[in-house]
């Protein structure tokens, strides 16, 4: 196997009385896409920070590429931050080029390149314009061009989708893809777990500052084992009420996903369904999501219902 | 290692270049300079435009000796003061003259004493002023210099001696206190004092306003976000450096404008200021000051700026909104403010023991130290120790600073308190 992007070792951090980030370890396999999901609070960002170097762990050690000194492997690292900004009072294409040379280019190619993605974007007519006159959607699309300009290998996102505008968001996540195809590593942080379960080819779930779970998602859905059965229905659902059969239910409004006790038969509970003379619509075994997975793990490990912060894992 | 690494320079680059363009750097760089050389002129235009309409003054002498009188009426025309006697007045009470006064054509009567030629030790008698409207201080120096000159040639012509030219013999000639230095070269005191000052008080300006600009750019980074993608990008010691080098270059620029205006500006009028100096007994060429003496002054100034911006930049750190930056700075202000205050005294009495001990103790030498040397011959040892000092402190400051910003630029909210910043500074 080649040289992990990312590797993390025994990673701890407090902030005073509050542990941050406990006992992590991380592999971001060299060209993948690997999403760390988990609830605002978990200790995303803190772990952000401590694989690009901002703030040191308290212990545990870190390496990129292969390097424990990260500051070697800035200009191969493009990394947009949950909170974002820009100097208002500079014009665009000069904050192209400033954050083009702080991470590592010439000013020449900085400038030619800001040029180019300027023109990607559609905002080549508004290069010399101040940033505080951009609207909101040009400024966000600065800030991400700000990010890749420098063609970086690998690409740390901290919720990168989240408050963006709508029209921008299909517009980064094909640059960041095409970045990836060619052979760039993509991490991204994202609370909505919905969108790491359709981007990524990896997870990591962090909850209460400690790792719930990680691998390839298919291994992951795997080792989870049992399936689920999504059942959309009309009437009765009394069905459901069966000690007995069902382990748990899941209610998403349009269907439902059941989860049976091991040994249970799916057919049993259609028999049911039937007898009570529910009508069903649907009725399909499915592989368990992410967040059923998740919250399972989570509930698994202990961790009270703040740690797992259903509003934030369910909002989607 | 060389600390200006590209990244640093780019941050210079910016921080330069974003304050240079504004409105603020353009009117304070050239509107001062405009505002001083306005100044010059209206001044100037002003003192012609007196000196053109300059009014003669009528003055009546009144002497009831009637041996001065001449001679007084005599030396006050030689100065352009319309004097002359009015002898029907002698006898006159000072109620008579009074009341002369308004009816007459003169500006002022003169009335000497009785006594104004023998002047006893003792209960001498007045020369007194009669005047309507306000004396002019000319008018009154004209007088007193006249009775001098006049009583002079009136006791010498009593004596025997006639037409003699008070003036000559009154003439002394100018005193200038010189310095002899090591180098055997004299010195004007006066001169360097007030050169001494206006460093210190330049110096001190640029201390508070660039300091102020050191925390308002640091907060700006904090308040827009844009602080995190900066320390994923290069290592929180560069952008402070770059900050502070970058904040320092425009004060260097307007400076440099300064200069610049204030050196042509003497080119133009160096004919006029250079024989005005002269006629007041002072030679130019005495000003020269020492190479050596210049570069002490500079590396004093560079180096204070460095230990104070380091200090402006760690408070800075430690907070994330402007309201807060009067109060974090205020300890590093106070550090600025008590040797700028010590200035004026340390003018005064450069060797004085304190004077020497805030020369040298670092966070006061900056200012005091540039002061003794251009007003006094400071030992080596003195100077040599206060350097070392100072560079001791920088490199102490810019440590202690960059790692309060290492952990500080990432906090937001609440003011971190003194306990918290110095678990940042041992911690990192």
Not at chain 1, 167 to 186: I, P, S
Not at chain 1, 227 to 238: F, Q, R
């Amino acid at each position: 196997m080649s040289t992990p992007a990312i590797a993390l070792r025994g990673i701890q951090k407090r902030f005073g009385k509050k542990t941050a980030v406990r006992d992590l370890d991380l592999v971001v396999p060299e060209g993948s896409i690997y999403g760390l999901i988990g609830p605002n609070g978990a200790g995303k960002t803190t772990s952000i920070r401590i694989m690009l170097d901002i703030i040191g762990p308290d212990s545990g050690t870190v390496e990129v590429f292969g390097s424990g000194d990260v500051e070697s492997q800035r200009g191969r690292i493009g990394y947009l931050p949950e909170e974002r900004g820009l100097y208002a009072k500079m014009t665009v294409i000069e904050h192209l080029i400033f954050f083009g040379q702080l991470r590592g280019m010439k000013r020449a190619d900085a400038r030619a390149e800001a040029l180019r993605g300027l023109d990607e974007v559609g905002l080549t007519d508004r290069k010399e314009d101040k940033v505080e006159a951009l609207s909101k959607g040009m400024a966000q699309k600065i800030q991400f061009l700000a990010t890749i300009l420098h063609k970086p290998d690998l690409l740390v996102l901290d919720e990168p989708f989240s408050g963006l505008d709508p029209l921008n968001v299909d517009l980064f996540k094909g640059m960041v893809l095409e970045r990836q195809r060619q052979g760039a590593t993509l991490l991204f942080s994202t609370h909505l777990i919905e969108d790491a379960e359709r981007l990524c080819e990896y997870v990591c779930m962090i909850a209460g500052a400690s790792k719930v779970l990680d691998g390839r998602i298919g291994e992951v859905k795997a080792a989870a084992g049992r399936e689920e059965i999504a059942i959309s229905y009309e009437g009765d659902g009394g069905f459901l009420d069966s000690p007995g059969l069902v382990d748990r239910v899941a209610d998403h409004g349009q269907y439902v996903e059941v989860r049976l006790r091991p040994g249970g038969d799916p057919q049993e509970l259609l028999r049911l369904a039937v007898e009570r003379g529910t009508r069903i619509s649907r009725f399909e075994l499915v592989e368990p999501s992410l967040r059923e997975i998740f919250i399972e793990k989570a509930t698994e490990a202990g961790l009270s219902p703040e740690d797992v912060s259903e509003d934030d894992v369910i909002a989607a | 290692m060389n600390p200006f690494t590209p990244k640093v320079r780019a941050v210079m680059r910016r921080e330069f270049m974003q304050r240079v363009k504004t409105k603020w750097f353009l009117i304070t760089t050239l509107g001062l300079p405009v505002l001083m050389v306005g100044m010059f002129v209206l001044v100037g235009l002003f003192i012609a435009s007196s000196q053109d309409q300059e009014e003669t003054v009528s003055v009546g002498v009144i002497d009831p000796t009637g041996r001065v009188a001449d001679f007084l009426v005599e030396e006050l025309l030689a100065d352009s003061v319309l004097a002359s006697r009015v002898a029907e007045l002698d006898g006159a009470t000072e109620q008579e003259v009074r009341a002369a006064l308004g009816d007459s054509d003169y500006d002022h009567f003169f009335r000497l004493p009785e006594d104004v030629v023998d002047a006893p030790a003792r209960d001498r008698g007045q020369a007194r002023i009669f005047a309507t409207n306000n004396v002019l201080p000319t008018t009154e120096a004209d007088l007193r210099n006249g009775l001098r000159r006049a009583l002079l040639r009136a006791r010498l012509s009593e004596s025997g001696l006639e037409n003699v030219d008070a003036e000559q013999l009154l003439r002394t000639t100018p005193i200038g206190v010189v310095n002899v230095t090591d180098t055997g070269a004299g010195r004007s005191q006066d001169i360097f004092q007030a050169i001494s000052f206006a460093i210190a008080f330049l110096f001190y300006m640029v201390l508070l306003i660039y300091g102020q600009m050191i925390i308002r750019s640091i907060i700006e980074e904090k308040a827009s976000d844009i602080v995190e993608v900066m320390v994923s990008s290069l290592r929180p010691w560069e952008l402070m450096l770059g900050k502070i080098i970058g904040v320092g270059a425009v004060g260097i620029a307007q400076i440099g404008v300064w200069a610049l205006v204030l050196t042509v500006a003497t080119v133009f009028g160096l004919g006029t200021a250079a024989t005005s100096l002269a006629e007041l007994g002072i030679d130019v060429t005495a000003f020269a000051i020492p190479w050596g003496t210049v570069g002490a002054v500079l590396a004093f100034l560079v180096l204070g700026y460095l230990l104070y911006a380091g200090m402006f930049a760690g408070a800075g750190a430690t907070i994330s909104n402007e309201t807060d930056a009067q109060q974090v700075a205020f300890p590093v202000t106070m550090l600025i403010i008590v040797p700028f205050i010590a200035v004026q005294g340390v003018i005064g009495s450069p060797n004085a023991p304190w004077a020497v001990v805030m020369s040298i103790v670092p966070f006061f030498s900056p200012l005091v130290m540039p002061s003794r040397l251009l007003v006094t011959n400071v030992p080596l040892w003195q100077s040599a120790l206060s350097l070392a000092m100072l560079a001791a402190f920088v490199l102490l400051a810019a440590w202690i600073a960059g790692r309060i910003y290492r952990v500080g630029v990432l906090m937001k909210g609440q003011r971190a308190n003194l306990p918290e910043v110095i678990r940042w500074v041992r911690h990192g």
